[in-house]
T-cell receptor, first 115, second 112 residues
Framework: AQSVTQLGSHVSVSEGALVLLRCNYSSSVPPYLFWYVQYPNQGLQLLLKYTSAATLVKGINGFEAEFKKSETSFHLTKPSAHMSDAAEYFCAVSAFTGGGNKLTFGTGTQLKVEL | KAGVTQTPRYLIKTRGQQVTLSCSPISGHRSVSWYQQTPGQGLQFLFEYFSETQRNKGNFPGRFSGRQFSNSRSEMNVSTLELGDSALYLC???????????FGDGTRLSIL
């Protein structure tokens, strides 16, 4: 079974500051990890994915995440926050079992960016 | 390339009714999954279809069902609606394997 824990349901940063959103996972098999972003009244947009290649993954809009197996973490970072980054962010894990897979999501982190 | 399209965007129903939601995947994608999003339970997996066959199912009652057509389009049906079924229903499609899922904008279902 897989699970994801996102620490901090709300994170507030100043514009231009570092963004750090935390995600820890649990998986009985090598995981595939994803970060999605959701803007109001919209679906989920894929930010980046980890699929057992490079441990540092670069995504869209300047975001990146580092897979750390020893810490079972996949934290999302962005060096400089922009007002347009304000949204809800979801970490998700999936495991391919040969018969299809499903995404298990964390509870989400609402990012607020202040002037 | 067009994204995942869900119709309708908004729907209002009353308790006891049934509803059908539609999802058109990205062209070429054969896998379609459905998720329910609520403030209390978050994002929960409903089911996945691939080549017209249900391949995975989440922990939802039998009132929730789905199907997939030969063109990969999918429908989700909920019968005997309850107040707790009010949610954003999201559809996602992917090529297969561990390719990422791409989501539509969802159907917001409100039960009165």
């Amino acid at each position: 079974a897989q699970s994801v824990t996102q620490l901090g349901s709300h994170v507030s940063v100043s514009e231009g500051a570092l963004v750090l959103l935390r995600c820890n996972y649990s998986s009985s098999v090598p995981p595939y990890l994803f970060w999605y972003v959701q803007y109001p009244n919209q679906g989920l947009q894929l930010l980046l994915k980890y699929t057992s290649a490079a441990t540092l993954v670069k995504g869209i809009n300047g975001f990146e995440a580092e897979f750390k197996k020893s810490e079972t973490s996949f934290h999302l970072t962005k060096p400089s926050a922009h007002m347009s980054d304000a949204a809800e962010y979801f970490c998700a894990v999936s495991a391919f079992t040969g018969g299809g897979n499903k995404l298990t999501f964390g509870t989400g982190t609402q990012l607020k960016v202040e002037l | 390339k067009a994204g995942v399209t869900q119709t309708p965007r908004y729907l209002i129903k009353t308790r006891g009714q049934q509803v059908t939601l539609s999802c058109s995947p990205i062209s070429g994608h054969r896998s379609v999954s459905w998720y329910q999003q609520t403030p209390g339970q978050g994002l929960q997996f409903l089911f996945e279809y691939f080549s017209e066959t249900q391949r995975n199912k989440g922990n939802f009652p039998g009132r929730f069902s789905g199907r997939q057509f030969s063109n990969s389009r999918s429908e989700m049906n909920v019968s005997t609606l309850e107040l707790g079924d009010s949610a954003l229903y999201l559809c996602a499609s992917r090529l297969d394997g561990n390719q990422p899922q791409h989501f539509g904008d969802g159907t917001r279902l409100s039960i009165l």
